[in-house]
């Protein structure tokens, strides 16, 4: 009995080290996520979009949906730099729609409405998506700004 319980608990130890070693490595494939975001943040602050959205766009098919937000977000900023305004609309649209539950979600459909108000010339447009905001997300502080200006 002895010797089934200690090969067990040698079983068991291998395989939490599996976990232990998976995990580190999930951890690590995070952190250098978060510095390609953070990274991918600065290009668009110092004005470098098309690098951005290049980078961008080929970082998207193997991110995990956290990291797609961000870069979706990211990927709407740098369009809006190139003055792309349309597709930057759409770049911000994808988080309400595809990450509904992604914190930055209020920002980019606030983003977007503003978009279709002040570039695309669309008022009607941008209420709607502003409609949408208080609709979607009530309690968020885009919504409440929103709603104060109305």
Not at 76 to 88: D, I, L, S, V
Not at 124 to 145: E, I, V
Request: hydrophobic letters at 50%.
């Amino acid at each position: 009995m002895q010797s089934g319980i200690s090969r067990l608990m040698g079983k068991l130890s291998g395989v939490m080290l599996m976990v232990v070693v998976l995990l580190a490595l999930a951890w690590q494939g995070v952190c250098r996520a978060d510095a390609s975001v953070a990274s991918l943040q600065k290009a668009v602050q110092a004005g470098h979009f098309a690098q951005a959205i290049k980078a961008v766009q080929a970082a998207l098919p193997s991110s995990p949906d956290a990291i797609a937000a961000q870069l979706y977000f990211i990927e709407a900023q740098a369009f809006t730099g190139e003055k792309m305004y349309a597709r930057a609309a759409l770049a911000y649209l994808r988080l309400p729609f595809t990450y509904p539950d992604d914190p930055m979600a209020p920002a980019a459909l606030l983003a977007a409405a503003n978009l279709e108000t002040n570039e695309l010339k669309d008022p009607a447009g941008g209420q709607r998506l502003k409609n949408l905001l208080l609709g979607m997300y009530p309690k968020s502080a885009q919504a409440k700004t929103v709603a104060k200006k109305h």
